[in-house]
């Protein structure tokens, strides 16, 4: 408990440096007061498949303000070439845990032919920014900077472990098997494009295709994609947030705005170059298996939003990610979004 304290006071510590208020530049100073958005979100396979094994679990506590960011983040996203930064931008910061864990839970063994026990403890800090806005169209770009650890210290077994007794149901007996401690980071880069075709009527629909890129040693692969949404008033949000990886959206809602809802769907192609929770640690021996190189995610659920309050209900269903794995994962996903005034 002692390692769980120290972890999660460092991050929050890092997180509260990170926040920190700094000087922008006149371009940048917002004229009116900054918007902020509380969100949660929980993903897990109990909700898709039904079964504890893959992608188990994901937590995700978010905070999103609308205005100029840090200087820190400023300074990667100016590095950036292809990373747009203007004065209509929002900056987020998120701290999240994901659980992993083979299909056969029961086997104190290891179990050699499936994916390692993994934790992810993590802390990220993203940046958007609106790069186009027409009629009939808009840009987003979007940054975060992720850092987190990998390994007992992100204490997923101790989560998961407690959890299920709590709610009465079996244990996984396979945790001494979780790969090593190993500190993580990832940078992320993704551009959204936004298409309204009009429409006169009362409900509208959106297409939105898009591309991304993570670099690091936990995460490095391509993305393209596209989410197609249906319903009213579409312009009032960007689309729910998910646990990367994953389609891209926000914990974002125009406040005030007339109350809508919406069904959305869509896919998005992955070519990973590499994935810690399926090739095992870095820099020491660990358990790995065979990844694929190509995965692909599709999603759809639907969408309300209700004066400051908005509710994402959603399933995610995720191809054969390693040689051998004998289904598909599966797994669903809820996120609530609440605006503070």
Not at 7 to 16: E, R
Not at 133 to 138: G, H, L, V
Request: hydrophobic share 40%.
């Amino acid at each position: 408990m002692n390692q769980l304290r120290l972890l999660c006071s460092s991050i929050f510590l890092l997180a509260a440096i990170m926040t920190a208020p700094t000087v922008s530049s006149g371009e940048e100073v917002a004229l009116e007061k900054p918007l902020e958005f509380y969100s949660l979100q929980l993903e897990n396979d109990l909700w898709g498949s039904g079964d504890d094994r893959f992608y188990t679990h994901g937590t995700e506590l978010s905070y999103l303000r609308t205005g100029a960011p840090p200087s820190w983040l400023a300074a990667i996203a100016d590095v950036l070439p292809f990373f747009h930064r203007t004065s209509e931008s929002a900056v987020g910061y998120s701290v999240g845990q994901a659980i992993f864990t083979p299909s056969d839970t029961d086997s104190e063994a290891l179990v050699s032919n499936d994916r390692p026990y993994a934790g992810w403890l993590y802390f990220s800090a993203g940046l958007a920014s609106r790069v186009e806005m027409r009629p009939t169209s808009e840009t987003i770009d979007g940054l975060a900077v992720t850092l987190g650890m990998v390994g007992p210290s992100a204490h997923a077994d101790n989560v998961q472990t407690e959890f299920h007794k709590l709610i009465d149901v079996d244990v996984a007996r396979g945790w001494d098997h979780q790969l090593k401690d190993e500190p993580g980071v990832i940078l992320t880069y993704a551009r959204k494009w936004r298409h309204f075709p009009l429409n006169g009527g009362p409900r509208q629909w959106e297409w939105s295709p898009h591309l991304a890129a993570s670099v690091g040693n936990v995460y490095t692969y391509g993305a393209a994609g596209m989410m197609v949404r249906w319903g009213t008033n579409l312009r009032t949000d960007i689309g729910p947030p998910n646990i990367r990886p994953g389609f891209p959206g926000a914990p974002f809602f125009q406040p005030g705005a007339k109350s809508n809802w919406y069904l959305f769907g869509g896919i998005e192609g992955r070519a990973v170059a590499r994935n810690i929770f399926l090739d095992g640690n870095t820099f020491r021996d660990s358990h790995s298996v065979d990844r694929k190189p190509l995965v692909a995610d599709v999603q759809f659920g639907v969408a309300f939003h209700v004066d400051s309050v908005r509710i994402a209900i959603s399933n995610v269903y995720r191809t054969r990610e390693f040689k051998g794995q004998d289904e598909p994962a599966q797994y669903g996903a809820i996120n609530i979004t609440v605006f503070t005034d």
